[in-house]
């Protein structure tokens, strides 16, 4: 019946349809909605009302989308339905070559590594959905999706959008494993301390094209009010010229002259309040992802020092996942490893303190620089 409409009329429809609403598709793009007492008050409609998705609306129709507030109204109706669910998916296949695929996907530029061994295992990702909303002169919704694996401490960004088109499908019947197979959970400090870090970049990321917006007319805004002001101050500075320091329009023109430039420097003000940017982030759901792998043991060895890491290769993605950044956990490759424990970071988490220049690990000492005591902040 609804095999044709899009995803927001269809999310819409089946969590109507589930909290016992009576539901109808009417043209064009819109759903008749008989509601009980419950739905009502969640949603402020009436018990009979219509409901519009797409460009052109129903006759007496609400508007409903991303952009509007009824994400919330959703978010109400919903309460804490639907904000942990779990996935199984099967279907193992044997990596026939993982030294192939180590030399194409590990990247470590000051390091050496050597594979272990190979074997098949079971892992779980847990999958956070993250809702971001940004306020300036405009606003910006959108959905940031964080995956961990509970095996491996990976965040195997890349891995997980190639794995996304089996979690909309109809799930399959396949037998998890004993849990005893499975990764345990995480403690929750361990847990919000990723987030807390691996969250801020992949943030940026995401609002970039809004931040380069802003920026463009926060920028052709200050031209033209710097354009005004400087007219009517080279103005008064051309008058000034023209008379005596003791002439009482001099005084005037002084007057005038200071006045642009307190004028100027609150307008300056002003558009910096009007395009700051202001962001809030809330969790949505997180899907508990269970499904085999090949678990790859790998040396990775540093001058004198060693240490052995496990990679997981996914058989959905066909692809091996990358080693987390042990200081920020941002996506970015390669790695580089660190002399004292050989934790693997990206270039910044090996950079130089902005006090004494010299490189440390971020990972090893995270609150400051060991040679010269400077904060990492």
Known sequence: MLDDVGPMQHFVADLLDQVGSVVEPIEPEGLEVLAPPAVQQALGVGELSRLGFGTTLPADAQRVGI????????????????????????????????????????????????????QPAWTRYLLLDFRYTAFSDEKRDGVLRLGINLATGALPDAVLDRVAPWLDGPPEPVDPPDAGALPADWDRTRLLSVLRRALPHRLDAALEPFRRGLRRRLERDADRLHAYHNDLFRESMRRCAGLAEKDAGFAREQLRIAAITREYRAKLDDLGHKYALRVSVDWVRTLELVMPVQRLDVQIRRRKAERVIRLDWNPLARRLESPACEDSFVPERPRLACDEQVHLVSATGLAGCAGCGKGYCRACFPVACPKCGRGTG
């Open 67 to 118: 952009e509007s507030d009824w994400l919330e109204r959703c978010a109400r109706l919903m309460g804490e339905h639907g904000r942990w669910t779990r996935r199984v998916l099967g279907n193992p296949v044997r990596l026939s070559d993982p030294e192939s695929v180590l030399s194409g996907e590990l990247s470590l530029d000051n390091a050496t590594w050597r594979l272990l061994g190979a």
